[in-house]
């Protein structure tokens, strides 16, 4: 019983270290801990983020199917943005993590700020795309003509605002590598918290100070909410008291930097954006089956991305790690890190895939009582969770690589196993085979087990210990 007691003191006492944030060296002492303190800030982090993803669409639900298929629709394009903007931070997470193991903080600001720049430049080129072709972009995505005539406004605000976007997820990737975690956690919380309590408030209208604008309203809401988090983030960078400092001296170009974080990023952008564009092509082919369809499965992939992100937090906290033990020249820890990690990513996702099965209908009910949506939720719920407990394994190992610098072996796994297997698989059994959605929600099952057992493989090797930066 005592033993029990120490025990459960310890973790809050380490539970407490990591919401402040007060320890950010990991290069050294027990790996457990390492993984726990840099663990617990990044999985709230993402709790919040999946929080807000099953409550954004829980009120967009209210407004019509419609409305849920505008968002499916436009997400779908927007992890094109998400890609790039993770692509980004995956290279600044790396380069920052490398020069803080390094004990190099003045090189992390270097490569902070070059980060933030080249993001800037490109959000602007998507921003001016995002709102003059928001309509064609839902056309092109196979909406209705009153789907888009509805629905294409939050189209231009979520394109449009995509800066909001890709600083938050940019910074927050400097924070990780330089072991802050919690600043990163406080930003999104800020951020999404806002979000959740204007969502109602700009779709219905709040009286006679704000009109009810719909679907557009989430956008809005989202909007404000970002940009707040990424305000609170930009104090953090400057305020001069966190370990990652921006001053007056990183605040210049440099294009040594840049072109180093750029072949990073580039490798992460073509990782992510291969990922996203095989999801664009998958909606394509389950908006063949009507509009329920694709409100259904927009719904079961909210509810997956609730449980998918806090496993992203324990992904993230696997790159950082990485990245500051090879910093320090400490390669053999740096390995020994991602196994632990993933083994608990596993053990997380196997639990919460069984829940899900058994209570698909239970989870699917809670966003509609459209009888045709439910039905298709429940099919893509329990399906898509059969490859959850391989998926595991491939989303930590994944980051494993991200966090040494090596974006390459992802991207080309991404390539083979989403664009040469599940996209002509999920075409096959949809069509060829007369499986119709079931047949598509298969392919993306089997494309998850394959590529887990191929990070698998490639890690064991050990090529990404040999990365430079």
Known sequence: MTNIYTYIKKLYTYFKIAIKGSETEFTSGSINKAIFLLSVPMILEMVMESLFAVVDVFWVAQVSTDAIATVGLTESVMMMVYSIAIGMSMAATAMVARRIGEKNPKGAGHAAFQSMLIAFVISIFISVFGIYYAKDILVLMGGSEELIENGYGYTQWMLGSNLCIMFLFLINGIFRGAGD?????????????LNIILDPIFIFGFGTFIPAFGVEGAAI????????????QLYGLFNGKRIIKLTLENVRVRMDTIKKIFNIALGGMGQFLIESASWI???RIISEFGSPALA???????????????????????????GQNL??????????????????????LGFVSVVFFIWAKFFVGLFTLDSAVLDYGVLALRIICVGYITFAYGMVISQAFNGAGDTK???YMNIVFFWLIQIPLAYLLAFYFEMGFVGAMISVAVAFALHAMACIYLFRKGNWKLIKL
């Open 296 to 322: 259904g499965y927009t719904i079961a992939f909210r509810i997956i991305v609730f449980t998918i992100l806090p496993s992203w937090g324990m992904a993230n906290a696997a790159a950082a790690l990485v």
């Open 409 to 411: 072996t992802p991207t």
């Open 221 to 232: 809401a989202t909007t404000i909410g970002r940009s707040t988090g990424v305000l609170f």
């Open 181 to 193: 975690a919690s600043m990163a956690m406080r930003s999104l919380w800020l951020a999404n918290g």
């Open 281 to 283: 092509f998958l909606v």
């Open 327 to 348: 910093g320090a020249k400490k390669p053999e820890r740096a390995e020994e890190s991602v196994w632990k990690t993933a083994h608990l990513n596993t053990a997380f």
